[in-house]
């Protein structure tokens, strides 16, 4: 069965220092794997996707992911933290037979001053 | 505005109570999904409906049920409600084939008191 594992619960960077959240993926075919953030109180938003193609991925809002199949890994960075880059940040994988979205238990970014 | 349209954004009611959350997809999106999200917790899966039919179903209760309608939007029902049912109630919609993510609504706050 396909899963998402997220093994922090919490990442704290100092502003303009890189950051990166850590997702691993468990699935039985091709991967399709999708970041999305949630601010407070806010539903969630799409950040970037890996279909197929290039490994690095680039997004929304300065983030990329790099697809690293032999790993079963696609982590999220940013080069340069921002104080407003702070919020919960969730990876998900595609669940090809009925098309549903497999959810990581999210990663909170605190990103401080 | 990402296109879901969820309502009522808040709600605060008694417990023992009935209350029914409403969801408008994005414009030719099929496909619904309900996700409950408690205080700082990750994203529990209710159910899916596509084109009218149900879908999946993940860790609803019984006192939960869903429907979509012929106009693709969908309601969720919840009864008997406990102090525990309080939670963010998120909809999110996307369109068939696993190239999609999801788009999420702003979410309906429910408070049991």
Known sequence: AQSVAQPEDQVNVAEGNPLTVKCTYSVSGNPYLFWYVQYPNRGLQF?????????????????EAEFNKSQTSFHLKKPSALVSDSALYFCAVRDGGNYQLIWGAGTKLIIKP | DSGVTQTPKHLITATGQRVTLRCSPRSGDLSVYWYQQSLDQGLQFLIQYYNGEERAKGNIL????????????????????????????????????????????????????
């Open chain 1, 47 to 63: 950040l970037l996707k890996y279909i197929t193609g290039d490994n690095l991925v680039k997004g929304s809002y300065g983030f």
């Open chain 2, 62 to 113: 019984e006192r939960f049920s869903a429907q979509q309608f012929p106009d693709l939007h969908s309601e969720l029902n919840l009864s008997s409600l406990e102090l525990g049912d309080s939670a963010l109630y998120f909809c999110a919609s996307s369109g068939q084939g696993a190239y999609y993510g999801y788009t999420f609504g702003s979410g309906t706050r429910l408070t049991v008191v």
